[in-house]
């Protein structure tokens, strides 16, 4: 199966008043506005990818616990290959607390990616797919890998 | 120089408990008192945590294993409540971050109304908790960052509402789903906020430890110490304790497990045999239990198509319901009344099936415990140290600086393969805990024929057992959305 994938989102006892405590209790609010602002920083803007579109597919598919060969293609918007990027994935699952694995892509011919990609579960996953263009541009994606197999 | 009284006490208790012919005293162990009597050094942190996580939740990145909220909710927190209750007791409900902004809106607002008579049981709690299970299944709060925060934030308003109107702590006690979760589990833990000295106790007039002190309020769940039995109910704030001018308070190991098979009055709770809301927390804790760790495997799926196509639709909200009423309520119901109309045969006195049922649901709270050990023991063991790179990550993102250094995502946990076996242990200790406890409940309910009225009771314990083992050796397959 092929999917052309969309541009991801952002990948990126009762105390007395006047008492210490009490001190304490009216800091929170400014302490919260300070947190939020600067835990909200991190939601960065767009990656200004220039609408490359990334399809993909494994081998096999589904895919199923263990290695599965992974083909990426990057096709800019005129429908030509992009090639001479370099290409690394990272796949994590759905379910938070699993450590995400890793691995590289080369390109076995113009615009296309290959490499082994590891599900150590079955289930839902994700790849976050981090490519640099050939003229240095950046692109993230999120590219979802849903019923990964248990073997 | 002379010792004051309660200086005396203490010092008697901790030199009994270090001769062991008391058993061990928490309270009585040199510095761990102070300690644990000091609530806010663990509040504040869990406090901060929580904003963090909120906040996280919010602006962070929307992939559930990259935030926080998730990670640590889902994940971490889960899994330390649950061992927290194995090796200790009610610990979560002791370093509450919700009670600190829920004792500042107090501040605010003194509760003036009394909590209505007709909620005071288990039900409003029950009904969160199964609600909490369902949501969870049905919107993927464990892949939603900003539905974690949500409920997180829904969480605190919830308490503050209530508390803020309501005198005593109706929420601890009848709303919060993780306390009457905890209350059932803390059934047990290994240790019990008891009073030490019940002649102190009786030679005591003021009362504190219900009614508080000039230092301290008393118990806001109405344990009064003397007639208190278990853990029902406790959340282990140690109000008593710091309120009780003998220092007769104490923290002390106990039988896990033994006081699901009394059925003597206890102050704030009464006789189990008379609360049937505490019979369905039972019950509903231990079919949660499989529940919750079935939605988490790969058969539940096959399950879902089926009743998908049985019902001719897509919404996965309706399925849902479907199987939760089918092993929430339909389940239980045939098996809890079959297997109490066979055993109740051996009793003397033929009551209905529905108090022998009742009666003997709580025997099945330890093998509940045992899932619920083995579902989050294994999510915290497998993701163990995957907070670390989450929030190196955090933090560099919110100050644009890795001042935590650069994300170390190789740090995972334990391997499934390494976990299983102690899923497997806690399964079988449940099982054998649930053995015991029914067994001492028969003995008491059909004191001539206590085998017959056991076995039943002991093959049901076998089947659930064996359903269990089955859930957690399949494959675990975490996935979403299933209906196409």
Same mark, same amino acid.
């Given at each position: 199966?092929?999917?052309?994938?969309?541009?991801?989102?952002?990948?990126?006892?009762?105390?007395?008043?006047?008492?210490?405590?009490?001190?304490?209790?009216?800091?929170?609010?400014?302490?919260?506005?300070?947190?939020?602002?600067?835990?909200?920083?991190?939601?960065?803007?767009? +990656?200004?990818?220039?609408?490359?579109?990334? +399809?993909?597919?494994?081998?096999?598919?589904?895919?199923?616990?263990?290695?599965?060969?992974?083909?990426?293609?990057?096709?800019?918007?005129?429908?030509?290959?992009?090639?001479?990027?370099?290409?690394?994935?990272?796949?994590?699952?759905?379910?938070?607390?699993?450590?995400?694995?890793?691995?590289?892509?080369?390109?076995?011919?113009?615009?296309?990616?290959?490499?082994?990609?590891?599900?150590?579960?079955?289930?839902?996953?994700?790849?976050?797919?981090?490519? +640099?263009?050939?003229?240095?541009?950046?692109?993230?994606?999120?590219?979802?890998?849903?019923?990964?197999?248990?073997? | 120089?002379?010792?004051?009284?309660?200086?005396?006490?203490?010092?008697?208790?901790?030199?009994?408990?270090?001769?062991?012919?008391?058993?061990?005293?928490?309270?009585?162990?040199?510095?761990?008192?102070?300690?644990?009597?000091?609530?806010?050094?663990?509040?504040?942190?869990?406090?901060?945590?929580?904003?963090?996580?909120?906040?996280?939740?919010?602006?962070?990145?929307?992939?559930?294993?990259?935030?926080?909220?998730?990670?640590?909710?889902?994940?971490?927190?889960?899994?330390?409540?649950?061992?927290?209750?194995?090796?200790?007791?009610?610990?979560?409900?002791?370093?509450?971050?919700?009670?600190?902004?829920?004792?500042?809106?107090?501040?605010?607002?003194?509760?003036?109304?009394?909590?209505?008579?007709?909620?005071?049981?288990?039900?409003?709690?029950?009904?969160?908790?199964?609600?909490?299970?369902?949501?969870?299944?049905?919107?993927?709060?464990?892949?939603?960052?900003?539905?974690?925060?949500?409920?997180?934030?829904?969480?605190?308003?919830?308490?503050?509402?209530?508390?803020?109107?309501?005198?005593?702590?109706?929420?601890?006690?009848?709303?919060?789903?993780?306390?009457?979760?905890?209350?059932?589990?803390?059934?047990?833990?290994?240790?019990?906020?008891?009073?030490?000295?019940?002649?102190?106790?009786?030679?005591?007039?003021?009362?504190?430890?219900?009614?508080?002190?000039?230092?301290?309020?008393?118990?806001?769940?109405?344990?009064?110490?003397?007639?208190?039995?278990?853990?029902?109910?406790?959340?282990?704030?140690?109000?008593?304790?710091?309120?009780?001018?003998?220092?007769?308070?104490?923290?002390?190991?106990?039988?896990?497990?033994?006081?699901?098979?009394?059925?003597?009055?206890?102050?704030?709770?009464?006789?189990?045999?008379?609360?049937?809301?505490?019979?369905?927390?039972?019950?509903?804790?231990?079919?949660?239990?499989?529940?919750?760790?079935?939605?988490?495997?790969?058969?539940?799926?096959?399950?879902?198509?089926?009743?998908?196509?049985?019902?001719?639709?897509?919404?996965?909200?309706?399925?849902?319901?479907?199987?939760?009423?089918?092993?929430?309520?339909?389940?239980?119901?045939?098996?809890?009344?079959?297997?109490?109309?066979?055993?109740?045969?051996?009793?003397?006195?033929?009551?209905?099936?529905?108090?022998?049922?009742?009666?003997?649901?709580?025997?099945?709270?330890?093998?509940?415990?045992?899932?619920?050990?083995?579902?989050?023991?294994?999510?915290?063991?497998?993701?163990?140290?995957?907070?670390?790179?989450?929030?190196?990550?955090?933090?560099?993102?919110?100050?644009?600086?890795?001042?935590?250094?650069?994300?170390?995502?190789?740090?995972?946990?334990?391997?499934?393969?390494?976990?299983?076996?102690?899923?497997?242990?806690?399964?079988?200790?449940?099982?054998?805990?649930?053995?015991?406890?029914?067994?001492?409940?028969?003995?008491?309910?059909?004191?001539?024929?206590?085998?017959?009225?056991?076995?039943?009771?002991?093959?049901?314990?076998?089947?659930?057992?064996?359903?269990?083992?089955?859930?957690?050796?399949?494959?675990?397959?975490?996935?979403?959305?299933?209906?196409?």
């Amino acid at each position: 199966m092929t999917s052309v994938v969309p541009a991801a989102g952002n990948t990126g006892g009762v105390r007395r008043a006047g008492s210490p405590a009490g001190r304490a209790w009216r800091a929170w609010p400014v302490a919260v506005i300070a947190l939020a602002a600067l835990l909200s920083a991190c939601s960065g803007g767009g +990656t200004g990818d220039g609408g490359v579109a990334a +399809t993909f597919r494994f081998d096999p598919q589904p895919p199923s616990v263990g290695k599965a060969h992974f083909e990426l293609r990057l096709v800019s918007p005129q429908g030509e290959a992009v090639a001479g990027a370099t290409v690394a994935v990272e796949a994590n699952m759905n379910h938070a607390g699993m450590q995400p694995t890793f691995a590289d892509l080369s390109e076995d011919v113009p615009g296309r990616y290959v490499g082994d990609v590891e599900f150590t579960m079955g289930g839902d996953w994700f790849l976050l797919m981090n490519a +640099t263009l050939a003229d240095g541009r950046k692109i993230e994606r999120k590219l979802d890998v849903p019923g990964v197999r248990s073997k | 120089m002379n010792a004051a009284p309660s200086e005396r006490l203490t010092s008697r208790v901790a030199q009994s408990s270090a001769s062991s012919d008391r058993p061990l005293d928490l309270l009585a162990v040199p510095g761990l008192r102070s300690l644990l009597l000091r609530r806010r050094w663990m509040q504040g942190p869990l406090l901060f945590i929580s904003i963090v996580l909120v906040v996280h939740g919010f602006a962070g990145p929307q992939l559930a294993p990259k935030n926080l909220a998730t990670l640590v909710g889902w994940v971490h927190s889960r899994g330390l409540l649950v061992v927290g209750l194995l090796v200790m007791g009610n610990a979560f409900c002791m370093a509450c971050p919700f009670m600190l902004p829920r004792d500042l809106a107090r501040r605010l607002h003194a509760p003036k109304l009394a909590w209505p008579r007709a909620l005071r049981g288990k039900h409003v709690g029950i009904a969160l908790f199964v609600g909490v299970l369902f949501v969870y299944e049905w919107l993927d709060l464990w892949a939603s960052p900003s539905g974690t925060a949500w409920l997180l934030v829904g969480y605190f308003a919830l308490v503050v509402l209530v508390d803020a109107l309501f005198k005593g702590a109706p929420f601890c006690k009848s709303v919060c789903p993780i306390g009457q979760f905890n209350f059932a589990a803390s059934a047990l833990s290994p240790f019990e906020v008891v009073a030490r000295d019940s002649d102190v106790c009786a030679s005591c007039s003021g009362h504190e430890c219900l009614r508080g002190s000039e230092s301290s309020r008393g118990c806001e769940t109405n344990l009064f110490l003397p007639e208190k039995a278990g853990n029902m109910d406790c959340t282990f704030c140690l109000d008593c304790a710091r309120a009780c001018p003998h220092e007769n308070v104490g923290i002390v190991a106990r039988l896990p497990g033994a006081e699901l098979s009394e059925d003597r009055s206890a102050a704030g709770v009464g006789r189990r045999s008379a609360r049937p809301d505490l019979a369905l927390l039972a019950t509903v804790f231990t079919f949660g239990a499989l529940l919750n760790a079935f939605g988490m495997v790969s058969p539940v799926y096959v399950v879902q198509q089926q009743i998908a196509s049985w019902m001719g639709t897509t919404s996965e909200g309706a399925v849902l319901l479907v199987l939760f009423a089918s092993l929430l309520v339909v389940e239980p119901v045939l098996l809890l009344g079959v297997t109490a109309a066979i055993s109740r045969r051996a009793m003397p006195r033929r009551e209905p099936v529905v108090a022998v049922a009742a009666r003997f649901s709580h025997g099945l709270v330890p093998l509940g415990f045992g899932v619920w050990l083995a579902h989050y023991g294994f999510h915290l063991l497998t993701g163990l140290w995957t907070f670390v790179p989450v929030t190196q990550k955090a933090v560099a993102d919110a100050f644009g600086v890795a001042l935590l250094g650069a994300p170390q995502w190789d740090r995972g946990g334990l391997t499934t393969r390494a976990v299983q076996p102690i899923e497997m242990g806690m399964l079988l200790l449940g099982a054998i805990g649930s053995l015991g406890v029914l067994w001492a409940i028969a003995k008491r309910q059909a004191p001539e024929r206590p085998r017959a009225a056991f076995a039943p009771w002991g093959v049901l314990t076998v089947l659930l057992l064996a359903a269990a083992v089955w859930l957690m050796a399949q494959p675990m397959e975490m996935r979403g959305t299933f209906l196409q």
